[in-house]
């Protein structure tokens, strides 16, 4: 019989995560805030528990998917937590994206309780939880990860192990301001181009063939030039993950000029109510400033 | 009997750019402030004149490749300068990296004395003008382009019409912009990872895969990885081209609020005495602020 694997958080990432699970021949036992996505995977063959406690004692790999730190924390450690149902020698996989510093702290607590804890955080949206393409980024120890292997490959496709626990979580910290950096200089080049009359399309077609080249130009350049705001990622989840960064870096003392002031600029997204918007809409906030929007 | 071309500009790109024209069977009359060079073209078979006037006198079509917008100034309207020779008809092609404002000023006095001119700025660096590989980001009459679009072609391979006079430069202050902010966030990255004690170099593998993915990740992050700040692109030039980008900011009251800090990490570059070093090394101004140099 296949090997039992719990699955809690069935947002928009974690439902089709854990479907793609019972595709690949694991028997799932699911637990959700909301009972909507629970019925929807156990008609999908999932079987339902009244807690996370109750996932724990029921699988020896359990997965969380949940929107921030202290979701997890609570999850894990809280009343009717994972903690309380734990077995010696399982293992959870935290794939949610929240801070390397809490990663960390669980990741000790899980080991004090005889269970073995990985970060998993992922990339590539929706689209890459459904099509099972998702990149992820592990920390923790690599036996455990080799143990698990078959199980992240049934979600994604890029899994690398990064380092120590937290080290999945700082990488995927570093995910996110990369793209931010280059998000935010494109958006000022394309609002330097259209004040001074020249076609942003035509700079991104010219900057495509040399160094300035990248993904965010590619993709997000090309969202720019049609002001598609759809989501894709939300500016609110990218909020969440700045945060993320930015104590990330307050927590290890490293300043971050640049990230903090792409950090705000995020955060004016989200003050502007655009929280819903793809995150690349930050582009919008700096042709504002600009008076080109 | 093939078309005479003026070059004026013998430096570390405008040599071997000559080189490519005399190899491409183009007559080359030279002009530059230092005789080594012009020794040097004329032993490759260029004619030597006695100023950029000389140079416009002998030349329907007129190349200048100078360090910055005041030498170009110099060099067409200065005293014994290309305007003073220049016949009806001509075309001026500017390969500098310039202001776009120098630049339109420039196209609007060459087109009062019935000549034409281009901004035609490049990226590539010095390989890529040896091997005549540059990118070439032209500014001006499209007709006037199509023109000399030969005489580019023995120089670079993508060369790309962005729009009116000046908006080469604009294109080529967007190019540099862009790169800076990956650069700087790149930076910050590493940094953040060193200092929590997780590999940059598994930061990189991973951020590779997906969107954070770009040309100076790829490039840049190697050289970081190695500790190689060998140029390559002189942090000095950078650092010109920075000036440029705010200015074009200023000119055009375009608020760039990520480019200003990154132009100011550039600026603390040079002023470490670091402007002979390539400019990817503005990743060691951000790891000494985290102490991770």
Redesign the interface.
């Known amino acids: 019989m296949a090997e039992t694997i719990g699955f809690i958080g069935l947002g928009l990432m974690g439902r089709p995560m854990a479907k793609n699970l019972l595709k690949a021949g694991y028997s799932l036992v699911v637990h959700n805030r909301s009972q909507g996505p629970v019925q929807d995977l156990v008609a999908a063959g999932a079987k339902a528990a009244s807690s996370p406690a109750d996932v724990a004692r029921q699988a020896g790999v359990i997965i969380t998917m949940l929107p921030d730190g202290p979701d997890v924390q609570l999850v894990l450690a809280g009343p009717n937590g994972v903690f309380e149902g734990l077995r010696q020698g399982s293992v959870l996989i935290d794939m949610s994206t929240i801070s390397?510093v809490i990663a960390k702290e669980l990741a000790a607590e899980a080991a004090r309780r005889g269970a073995s804890m990985l970060d998993a955080p992922v990339?590539?949206g929706e689209i890459g939880a459904i099509n099972a393409t998702l990149?992820i980024?592990v920390g923790g120890d690599a036996a455990t990860l080799e143990r698990v292997r078959p199980i992240l490959a049934a979600m994604g496709k890029?899994i690398?192990?990064?380092?120590?626990s937290?080290?999945g979580q700082?990488?995927k910290?570093?995910?996110q301001?990369?793209?931010?950096?280059?998000l935010?200089?494109?958006s000022?080049?394309?609002?330097?181009?259209r004040?001074?009359?020249?076609?942003p399309a035509?700079?991104r077609?010219?900057?495509l063939?040399?160094?300035?080249?990248?993904?965010?130009?590619e993709?997000h350049g090309e969202r720019m030039l049609q002001n598609n705001w759809k989501p894709g990622f939300r500016a609110k989840l990218y909020h969440k993950d700045y945060k993320i960064v930015m104590n990330?870096?307050g927590a290890?003392?490293?300043?971050?000029?640049?990230?903090a002031?792409?950090a705000?600029?995020v955060s004016a997204l989200v003050a502007e109510g655009r929280g819903d918007d793809d995150y690349s809409a930050l582009a919008t906030i700096?042709w504002h400033?600009?008076?080109?929007d």
């Open positions: 390397p990339s590539g990149s980024m890029n690398v192990h990064i380092g120590e937290g080290a700082l990488c910290a570093c995910n301001l990369v793209i931010g950096g280059s935010a200089a494109v000022e080049a394309f609002a330097l181009a004040k001074a009359g020249v076609d035509k700079v077609e010219a900057l063939g040399g160094f300035a080249a990248s993904r965010v130009l993709v990330a870096a290890y003392d490293v300043p971050m000029p640049v990230s002031v792409v705000q600029l700096l400033l600009a008076g080109v």
